[in-house]
């Protein structure tokens, strides 16, 4: 057997015992999480603008689960305050003026033309809704956007403007009461 054969062994050897080593240790260590934390944050509308004084939606979702208010979530609104209300088996309040006021869905939009390519949107915006290059203009993926305004501050030129999103075919979600066919539940969209 040749040096090159037996050093190539080794590796395969190691390699495997290491993958069996952390195979072992992400069941034996798994974290479970808690059911009731992960129902809170898919009510959430997942936007991580930070408006409920919380980094995002899955830490807010904790602070739920572990008795805070539920009435936080400007991009949420009274429609989401009503399901997690229904959910946590408590009362309906009204959305907490402290964390702003829901308002119509907005949208980023950036004027392409005064764009210089910083990338200081696209850092700062929490769902990658922002495409561009250093040093070219960029574009946001209206789809993707959430409207939650972290991207206009750090803009050295000021070229993103929050825009309504108008209701179109493209546009329109439906929206659905909790509702059951038989045992299925129908999940609200």
């Not at 080794?10 to 495997?16: K, S, T, V, Y």
């Not at 004027?111 to 070219?136: L, N, S």
């Not at 439906?174 to 999940?187: A, H, N, Q, S």
Request: some cysteine; charged content about 20%; proline content about 6%.
């Amino acid at each position: 057997m040749t040096f090159t054969f037996i050093a190539i062994l080794a590796f395969a050897l190691l390699a495997l015992c290491f993958g069996l080593l952390l195979g072992y240790a992400a069941i034996k260590f798994k974290v479970q999480s808690d059911p009731l934390v992960d129902q809170i944050d898919q009510i959430l509308p997942q936007t991580q603008c930070g408006q409920c004084g919380y980094p995002g939606c899955r830490p807010y979702a904790e602070a739920i689960a572990n008795g805070d208010e539920i009435n936080k979530c400007p991009p949420g609104g009274d429609a989401t305050i009503k399901e997690l209300a229904d959910l946590m088996g408590v009362d309906a309040k009204p959305l907490d003026a402290a964390h702003g006021v829901e308002d119509v869905k907005k949208v980023a939009y950036i004027r392409e033309d005064e764009c210089i390519g910083c990338t200081k949107c696209i850092q700062a915006c929490p769902v990658d809704a922002i495409i561009g290059a250093a040093k070219h203009m960029h574009t946001v993926i209206i789809d993707e956007c959430t409207g939650c305004d972290l991207c206009v501050d750090p803009c050295p030129v000021d070229c993103i403007d929050m825009l309504p999103l108008t209701q179109s075919t493209e546009s329109w979600q439906w929206r659905f009461e909790k509702m059951t066919v038989g045992d299925i539940p129908i999940k609200q969209v």
